[in-house]
């Protein structure tokens, strides 16, 4: 069958759709394009009958064209009222019976189902750095610092300041940002000193709170228990 005008599936309007620039083209209208789809316009419904695609020319200047639903493209047709667009509705009436053809209905499924399978590797592709460098935490002995689980955990804009404030206001942490005695005991935490010489020779001491394996997974739980992260990216 010779394709007398492009028809794709929109899945903003969950139907077969034409542009109506293309229509407009295979139609041979003789009127000005904005005068010829402005009337049309005046009797649909945006985002049931059509729906407006920003696009830009190859000179730079913003301009949209009009996704209009296989169904209305076929009643423009008909209401040209010319052989062209009695052909045109025809075609579109016979790309309408091969593409729920049993055989075309499963390729499609097919065809999604590889989709999915490739978006979900691409995901996986994505999230591997993260989940080597969250293996290596969970596979070690060792306490990391704050910043470094704000890494691991990996949400956008929780970094390590904010993952601070979020630990004081659920009462893991203290004001001065150490545990609780119980998270300690729990074996999540791990506070070490740190000497450091003020400006008039003085040693001075403070305290660095650093956090186990089991600490990363119990502030990732908090984490989904607060609605900051899902169970899925977790």
Known sequence: MRELIPIQHHEEMETDAVSAHDLYEALEIKT???????????????????????????????????????????????????????????????????????????????????????LQQKKIIELKPKADFYDQVAGSKTAIKMGDVAKVIGIPGLGRNKLFVFLRDIKVLQENNIPYQTYVDRGYFRVIEQRFNKPNGEVSISLKTLVYQRGVDYIRRKLIDHHMISKEAS
């Open 32 to 118: 000005r394009y904005s005068q010829w789809i402005t009337p049309h316009l005046h009797e649909l419904i945006e985002g049931l009958d059509f729906v407006r695609l920003p696009l830009q020319s190859s000179g730079g200047r913003p301009y949209e064209d009009i996704i209009l639903g296989l169904d209305i493209a076929k009643h423009i047709c008909m209401l040209s009222r010319t052989e062209k667009g009695k052909e045109i509705r025809e075609y579109f009436i016979k790309v309408e019976k091969a593409w729920n053809s049993p055989d075309l209905v499963i390729a499609r499924a097919l065809q999604v189902a590889q989709q999915q399978i490739d």
